[in-house]
Structures are given as structure tokens and as C-alpha cells.
């Protein structure tokens, strides 16, 4: 369908990660550059509802590269997920006279995207934010890169008090049933082993660990282990570890919220500026319902349906590198 873009407007959703400020002012800066106007959405899709909405000038984006966090905030907003909601949320746009969206956020964020485009024929174009990195189609989502840093410094910390007292240390991160931030945090970190959903059914990770004597040549372990009910977390693990295998003195440490903050890496900076472009080059394009990816450092458009299908894969050659490496 032709439209002439005049307004579009922009909000983050879901959980927040570092760069998403990066995000909205690439988005902000670019619009306004083409002569679009934008009207900035607090809440997430809760502002779409309620109307909490401010037209944003260059200005308003001016020294927030570097924070971490959202300054238009972010909300888990159940109401978008009923069909009132969402007529409420379409009644805003017209009043607001908004053409489009830009939606930042992950896998909830572009399904609630996805019907809500096709219900009211709104083009909306998602940028992956979240620390995750569980979204298919995009080799890295905007926050992942800060959230694995944070990760290694807090492992490197933790080395030192686990190779004093001669322990084992059980050390959770998030991933919302992805073993991204796991896996490579553990090669980063120089952990002894990462346990993530992904290997669920091939094998009983722990008792693997034991089987091949993974602490003989060590005076400390660090495991780090992926929050998810496959995994059953850290503290189920130590437990296992304590009831199964009391030779061990295993400790936990839930890494939490920590890795949500913080200011985001470069990587991150450089990934949410390129993405907030492209996300508005994509909209002036006449481009809807998809979201943007980078894939071997080119910008990439992936369908919404496409990016939450779910099953993007870690990669196994890195399973295979964490097991050399931790003789
Ligand atoms: P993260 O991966 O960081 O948690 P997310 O975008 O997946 O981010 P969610 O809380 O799952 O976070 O989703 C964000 C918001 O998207 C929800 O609060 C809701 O408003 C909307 N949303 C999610 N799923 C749906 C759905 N099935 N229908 C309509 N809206 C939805």
C-alpha cells in the first residue's frame, strides 16, 4: 500500500539492554534527518495505549550514547495483548497522527508487532534489543555484546576467590533458555564448562563433567550454567553436585540483573546506530513487518515471523572449543 511517511514513532519493549539509548537516537537523528517527524513512545506498548507521548527534535537525543538503560523506559504491557488493547493502541496512532512504527525489543516485543500489523495494516520495523541474542536471522541483537563483557568481568573476579579456596563454583547468567551469553562467556572467561539448554537432550552435562575428571588438573572450577528450566540453574545443580558428589566444594553465584546495565560496549554503540538507520531507510523503502539483522557485518531484513521462529542454534564448533581448551 503507498503511504507518505511524515511521522513515525519509536519505543523499546520487553527487558532493557545496554545500547538501546544508541538505538533511539540513530532511529531519532535519522528520521529527522529525512524530514520525518517522530514522536518518541514511553513504556513500550503500555504509551501506545495511554498515550504517553512526546515529539522528540535532535536534541532530545543528545548525550545518551553512552548510558546504558532506556530513557523512554520499557514495560511488560498485557492489555497490548488483547485485541481492545491493541484498537486503543491504533486509535493513539491516528490521534497522534503517527505512520509507523519502530519497535525495539525482542521475540514478545515482534510478536505483539506482528498482529498488531496485521490487524491495523501498520508498517512496523523491529531492532533486535535484548541481551539474549535469542532472536533468529541476526548474528548479534543490540545489548548481547555488553551483557558478555559484564559476564567475563564478573567470572575474573570470581576466579580469583574460587582458585584461593580450591572450590567449584557454579555461576548463572541469563539467557531466557539460550545458551549465548553461557557458552561464549565461558570460553571468554576461561571456564572449566558452560551448561545450556541447547544440549539438554544429548546428555546429562553434569555427570559428564564429573566422567571426565574435569577438576584433576585444577585447583578451581567455574561452570557456568544458563538460567532455564533445561538447565535447572545453578543452585539446583550445586545441590545435585552436593547431594551426588559431596568431594566437591561447590559454590553459586546468580549473576542477576547486573548484566542488564551498565554502558553499552562499543560494539553495541556502533551495532544500534547502524541498525537505527537502517531501520528508517527500511520504513522509507516501503519495507513492513520485518526486523533488522546484521549478518556477516551487512544489515539484513528478516520477516518478524522469521526471527521468532525460535530456534536459532549456538554454535556446536564452540562446544567443541570449550572442551579442548578446559584440560
Ligand atoms: P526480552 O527478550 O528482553 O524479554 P521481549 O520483547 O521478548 O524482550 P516480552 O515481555 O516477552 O519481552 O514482550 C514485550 C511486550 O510485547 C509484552 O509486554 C506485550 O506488550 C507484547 N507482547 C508479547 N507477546 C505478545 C502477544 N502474543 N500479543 C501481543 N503482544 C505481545
Not at 304 to 326: E, H, M, R, W, Y
Request: glycine share 10%; with cysteine; net charge negative.
Amino acid at each position: 500500500m503507498e503511504y507518505k511517511l511524515k511521522c513515525i514513532g519509536v519505543l523499546t519493549s520487553g527487558g532493557d539492554a545496554p545500547g538501546m539509548n544508541a538505538a533511539i537516537r540513530a532511529v531519532t537523528r535519522t528520521a529527522i534527518f529525512n524530514g520525518i517527524r517522530v514522536k518518541a513512545i514511553y513504556r513500550g506498548y503500555k504509551g501506545l495505549i495511554t498515550g504517553e507521548i512526546k515529539e522528540f527534535q535532535t536534541q532530545d537525543v543528545s548525550n545518551i550514547i553512552q548510558h546504558g538503560g532506556t530513557i523512554l523506559k520499557t514495560a511488560r504491557c498485557m492489555e497490548f495483548m488483547t485485541p481492545e488493547g491493541r484498537r486503543t493502541a491504533y486509535e493513539t496512532m491516528q490521534k497522534e497522527e503517527i505512520d509507523a512504527l519502530v519497535v525495539i525489543g525482542g521475540d514478545g516485543t515482534f510478536t505483539g508487532a506482528r498482529i498488531f500489523a496485521q490487524e491495523f495494516n501498520v508498517p512496523i520495523v523491529g531492532i533486535p534489543g535484548t541481551i539474549d541474542n535469542d532472536l533468529w536471522g541476526t548474528d548479534a541483537t543490540i545489548g548481547y555484546d555488553t551483557a558478555l563483557n559484564t559476564i567475563v568481568d564478573a567470572v575474573d573476579k570470581i576466579r580469583d576467590t574460587a582458585s584461593s579456596h580450591e572450590r567449584l563454583f557454579f555461576v548463572e547468567v541469563m539467557g531466557r533458555d539460550a545458551g549465548f551469553l553461557a557458552l561464549n562467556s565461558a570460553i571468554a572467561a576461561g571456564a572449566e564448562a558452560a551448561i545450556i539448554p541447547e544440549r539438554k537432550t544429548q546428555e546429562d552435562q553434569l555427570e559428564a563433567l564429573i566422567h571426565n575428571g574435569f577438576r584433576k588438573s585444577k585447583n578451581s572450577s567455574i561452570v557456568i550454567v544458563a538460567e532455564s528450566k533445561e538447565t535447572g540453574g545453578a543452585q539446583a545443580l550445586a545441590d545435585r553436585m552436593k547431594a551426588e558428589h559431596p568431594e566437591y566444594d561447590a559454590r553459586v553465584t546468580i549473576l542477576g540483573h547486573i548484566q542488564r546495565g551498565g554502558s553499552p560496549t562499543a560494539v553495541d554503540r556502533i551495532l544500534a546506530s547502524r541498525m537505527g538507520v537502517a531501520a528508517i531507510d527500511a520504513l522509507l523503502d516501503e519495507q513492513r513487518n520485518i526486523m533488522i539483522g546484521i549478518d556477516d557485518d551487512e544489515i539484513v531484513h528478516v520477516p518478524f515471523t522469521k526471527a521468532i521462529k525460535d530456534d536459532k542454534q549456538v554454535n556446536p564448533d564452540k562446544i567443541g572449543v570449550l572442551q579442548i581448551l578446559s584440560i
